[in-house]
T-cell receptor, first 111, second 112 residues
Framework: DGGITQSPKYLFRKEGQNVTLSCEQN?????MYWYRQDPGQGLRLIYY???????QKGDIAEGYSVSREKKESFPLTVTSAQKNPTAFYLCASSQTGDGYTFGSGTRLTVV | ELKVEQNPLFLSMQEGKNYTIYCNYS?????LYWYRQDPGKSLESLFV?????AVKQEGRLMASLDTKARLSTLHITAAVHDLSATYFC????????????FGKGTLLTVNP
């Protein structure tokens, strides 16, 4: 079945450490997105990519980085520059924006 | 810049009652989406509204869109406990980047 796979489901980060969240889709969608969710804040866009080897900053890109080397994959790195990374991270994909498919999410906690 | 405002943010209902969640957006949007989220889970797509006057219904939920007022509503009829969840609306900006801008969500609790 087609869909989006996010891993890991839970991730713990130590202070000063970079961590990478995985997002893989087999829907053949061109566009992929990363959102951050905090309680009471809704979802906020971190980065998005509409085509391989190209991506744009969203509303809260500081402290994050992405790559899009393959159509199926859009990993998100939370760097040590992100001072408050504890949140629920959701990856999504779409084909020309007709509909959006969301992954099951990664819950990141700073320890 | 597209902004989306939902209200109320918290809604406690009794079973069998009706209520409406409102979603206002600030600039032109060509699509309006409604999602449901259960605690700790991903987003489940409920409705996509494409044009002015669009109305869609699924079970006890009905969504509508008024593009002139930049307003979408999600109406709940005869609520049941299983509808307890957080509901988000999201607007897609015009142009070709297909970004979604979300409201803060409405936490709905349906009490017996």
């Amino acid at each position: 079945d087609g869909g989006i796979t996010q891993s890991p489901k839970y991730l713990f980060r130590k202070e000063g450490q970079n961590v990478t969240l995985s997002c893989e889709q087999n829907l053949n969608h061109d566009a992929m997105y990363w959102y951050r969710q905090d309680p009471g804040q809704g979802l906020r866009l971190i980065y998005y990519s509409q085509i391989v080897n190209d991506f744009q900053k969203g509303d809260i890109a500081e402290g994050y980085s992405v790559s899009r080397e393959k159509k199926e994959s859009f990993p998100l790195t939370v760097t040590s520059a992100q001072k408050n990374p504890t949140a629920f991270y959701l990856c999504a994909s779409s084909q020309t924006g007709d509909g959006y498919t969301f992954g099951s999410g990664t819950r990141l906690t700073v320890v | 810049e597209l902004k989306v405002e939902q209200n109320p943010l918290f809604l406690s209902m009794q079973e069998g009652k009706n209520y409406t969640i409102y979603c206002n957006y600030s600039t032109t949007s060509d699509r309006l989406y409604w999602y449901r989220q259960d605690p700790g889970k991903s987003l489940e797509s409920l409705f996509v509204l494409l044009s002015n006057g669009a109305v869609k219904q699924e079970g006890r939920l009905m969504a509508s869109l008024d593009t002139k007022a930049r307003l979408s509503t999600l109406h709940i009829t005869a609520a049941v406990h299983d509808l307890s969840a957080t509901y988000f609306c999201a607007a897609r900006g015009g142009g070709s980047n297909y970004k979604l801008t979300f409201g803060k969500g409405t936490l709905l609790t349906v009490n017996p």
